[in-house]
């Protein structure tokens, strides 16, 4: 009898064409780390393999003014990058939501809002947080410059298998404890490097009780537990966030997706496994102390701030007790660092 397969091992097994070469479903590119692998490729005369599996975005250097057009990018190296992500794009025939489009947004995650993202796949871009699409059930990760010219050029990846963990959480969130205070707990427990060569498999039933978002969080997290990915399996929340997209296929073929779900006993295939218990993550704390506050009055004070913004303070805890002095009713920067210089 064949020993059980992870999810990870599922999608590693269905896409390697050969020990440690990867099939690739999905490439995502943005202006950053593609320049230079679009570059190699026009100086060796090769194509992008699979323009259909490729999809770009303008995504690191997008301001926040209201720019509709690359052009109008006031910062010169971010206007220079988005407008050679445009040209390579035209030039190799890739699909590219920039600047204007309302399908533009950030890398990792227009692929889930349009649903290009899907379980099962493999997905990779130049960027770190790659690790978000696992979410839905892909084996998804950040790759390098020159991997994305590989992929470009292949649509294929040299990778070294990881190993795998299951990560496998039990109880109930507490009040007021998020989808992120899950994660920042589990790092916590296994350290920045805890998931350093691994595909790391989030499991249990609080985490099947997140909504898609909370999901997205835990797996974008996994980076920085040190892990190559995060997975977490589909269910009936997948599918749901997925019908409709416009991406999506048309029926969903669930069947086949819920195939990739676990069995029960994974004795013998998860090679390491870390539980973490959900009722021993708190809610993120709320300090009142008067170091706190000063680092709160030096960023309103350096920042130029509304004093509105500091009034929210007042909202956790009286000021009295805290400082012995009350916010100035008008904003008066010279006056207010004086009266916080003992403080500083």
């Known amino acids: 009898m064949a020993d059980p397969m992870t999810l990870f091992d599922k999608v590693w097994a269905a896409h390697e064409v050969e020990p440690g070469l990867l099939y690739i479903d999905l490439h995502m590119v943005h202006e950053v780390t593609s320049p230079q692998a ?35 990018i006031r910062d010169r190296l971010s ?12 030039e190799f025939g890739v699909p590219v939501y920039s600047v204007g489009s309302d399908r533009q947004g950030i890398v990792h995650v227009i692929g889930p809002e349009l649903g290009v993202t899907q379980p099962g796949m493999t997905i ?7 690790a978000t699409h696992g979410a839905m059930g892909a084996l998804a990760f950040g790759i390098g410059t020159s991997e994305v010219e590989h992929v470009l050029a292949t649509q294929t990846l040299r990778q070294t298998r990881p190993k795998s963990m299951r990560i496998d959480y039990r109880g109930e969130l507490g009040f007021g ?23 790391i498999e989030y499991a249990g039933e609080p985490i099947e009780r997140l909504p898609m978002e909370g999901r997205f969080t835990v797996c974008n997290m996994t980076i920085e537990g040190g892990g190559r990915s995060g997975m977490i ?3 009936d929340t997948t599918f749901e966030w997925l019908e409709g997209r416009p991406a999506a296929p048309d029926p969903l073929p669930v069947e086949e997706w819920e195939a990739l779900r676990n069995p029960t006993d994974l004795a013998g295939a998860v090679r390491t ?11 993120p704390p709320v300090t009142r102390n008067r170091r706190a506050f000063r680092v709160l009055v030096r960023n309103a004070l350096f920042r130029r701030v509304e004093l509105a913004a500091l009034r929210r303070w007042g909202e956790l805890g009286d000021l009295d007790g805290v400082i012995g002095l009350d916010p100035p009713t008008e904003w008066d920067a010279e006056a207010w660092a004086e009266a916080m210089e003992p403080y500083f």
Do not use: M
């Open 273 to 283: 496994a870390a539980v973490a218990h959900s009722g021993e993550v708190g809610p």
């Open 233 to 235: 399996a589909p269910d």
């Open 177 to 199: 404890v998020t989808a992120k205070d899950l994660i920042l707990g589990t790092i916590g427990r296994i350290g920045v490097d805890g998931g350093v060569g691994y595909a």
């Open 79 to 90: 206007r220079v990058q988005v407008q050679t992500l445009e040209r390579n794009c035209r």
């Open 124 to 130: 990779v871009c130049g960027d770190s947080h790659t």
């Open 38 to 72: 679009f570059e190699a490729l026009r100086l060796a005369g090769r194509g992008v393999r699979r323009p259909d599996r490729t999809l770009a975005t303008a995504d690191h250097n997008v301001p926040t003014d209201g720019a509709t057009r690359a052009e109008q």
